[in-house]
């Protein structure tokens, strides 16, 4: 199965500010998905990001909020923008591959 | 559009019991997942069931699936205190929508095991 690189681990944050964070997978992909995953809480998922074109986002998430680049099939990043302490989850990678889905080992993020 | 519900979504369990944790799902699906995630990490991958009838076991864990029913069950069998995390089930609705390939996730079961 696929093996997914995400970075950061972990970051602590000021309100206001941006964080990106990378999934990188060791080969190519078609579909890669981002999730959040707030404190004790299942996963949701934010959008299907697509190579070439805009990332398809799921209700009540917004490209302005979380814009997301998908430059090739092996990465991908998402940005979480002006941020609030509301934002304080855990962000996972996910990529459909001939194995089935496989997911990165997540970015704790903590907004203070 | 697609949901997931999963219950208990607690489960205190005792060393060497059994019990079942269900996942009912709302429309046709082509896959079902269960995963495990241990507490700071990502999710492992359990079990994918394909079919009606679809049973897998690894170890102390055996899944099912009934697509009439839209109910896949994963029954634990004498619990050992290294199974406790919280166990997600996910479904991915039928090929041919705009939705297919995205995983809708159960709210997820915390299992813990007591001596």
């Known amino acids: 199965s696929a093996v997914i690189s995400q970075k950061p681990s972990r970051d602590i944050c000021q309100r206001g500010t941006s964080l990106t964070i990378q999934c990188q997978v060791d080969?190519?992909?078609?579909?890669m998905f981002w999730y959040r995953q707030q404190p004790g809480q299942s996963l949701t998922l934010i959008a299907t990001a697509n190579q070439g074109s805009e990332a398809t986002y799921e209700s009540g998430f917004v490209i302005d909020k979380f814009p997301i680049s998908r430059p090739n099939l092996t990465f991908s990043t998402l940005t979480v923008s002006n941020m609030s302490p509301e934002d304080s989850s855990i962000y996972l990678c996910?990529?459909?591959?001939?194995?089935?889905?496989?997911f990165g080992s997540g970015t704790r993020l903590t907004v203070v | 559009e697609l949901k997931v519900e999963q219950n208990p979504l607690f489960l205190s369990m005792q060393e060497g019991k059994n019990y079942t944790i269900y996942c009912n799902y709302s429309t046709t699906s082509d896959r079902l997942y269960w995963y495990r995630q241990d507490p700071g990490k990502s999710l492992e991958s359990l079990f994918v069931l394909l079919s009606n009838g679809a049973v897998k076991q690894e170890g102390r864990l055996m899944a099912s699936l009934d697509t009439k029913a839209r109910l896949s069950t994963l029954h634990i069998t004498a619990a050992v205190h290294d199974l406790s995390a919280t166990y997600f089930c996910a479904a991915r609705p039928d090929p041919g929508g705009t939705s297919y390939g995205k995983l809708t996730f159960g709210q997820g079961t915390i299992l813990t095991v007591h001596p």
């Open positions: 080969s190519q992909v078609t579909m």
């Open positions: 996910s990529v459909l591959g001939a194995d089935g889905y496989t």
